[in-house]
């Protein structure tokens, strides 16, 4: 099977069933945005050790492929991804995450060890993605259904990066206004 297929070299891509939409439309943007997403977390994969939060970032890029499959699927041929339980799940995570940290009380600048950065890094293009995905709605409606899962995923990266810098003893840089 060749990569190439010269079918979108008229400026046009074919979104999930039969609707060809140009590559300028916003639900590419979502759809590049959770592409973008799921290869920081590949990033974030490539630089953990074995263990639970490596084995979520795995899952996470599973679900990203699954809220982008729901996202393109303008006929709405495709079963409805679990996108509840996948809320629910980030949070249990987050909550076991937390019990180990000490309680937040400023803002913290993004930063710390490679991981804890590329968590960081991973969460500001998720909250774009986010933003893209509530742009999108109004000609989408089904990507209404992801802005949960996108905003929960954005918690759970920020508590990763201070999970992943603790557990490197590394100190969080607090915000102090110049």
Known sequence: ??????SGDDGETGLYGDQR?????EILDVLGGLDELSSWLGICIAQSDPGRTKTVM????????????????????LDRPAFGHMVQE???????MTADLPELR???????GKLGS????SRA???RVEREVSRAVHNYSQCSELIPLLNRLSDWLFTAA????????IAEQEWKQQ
């Open 118 to 121: 590329s968590l960081h890094a």
């Open 90 to 96: 980030l949070e249990a995570s987050i909550d076991q």
């Open 162 to 169: 201070r999970h992943s810098n603790a557990a490197e003893g």
């Open 106 to 112: 400023a803002f913290i600048l993004p930063g710390g």
């Open 58 to 77: 795995q899952q996470i890029q599973h679900w990203l492929f699954d809220a982008g499959a729901w996202a393109a699927d303008v006929d709405h041929r």
């Open 21 to 25: 939409v140009t590559k300028s439309d």
């Open 1 to 6: 099977m060749k990569i190439y297929t010269r």
């Open 125 to 127: 293009v998720c909250r």
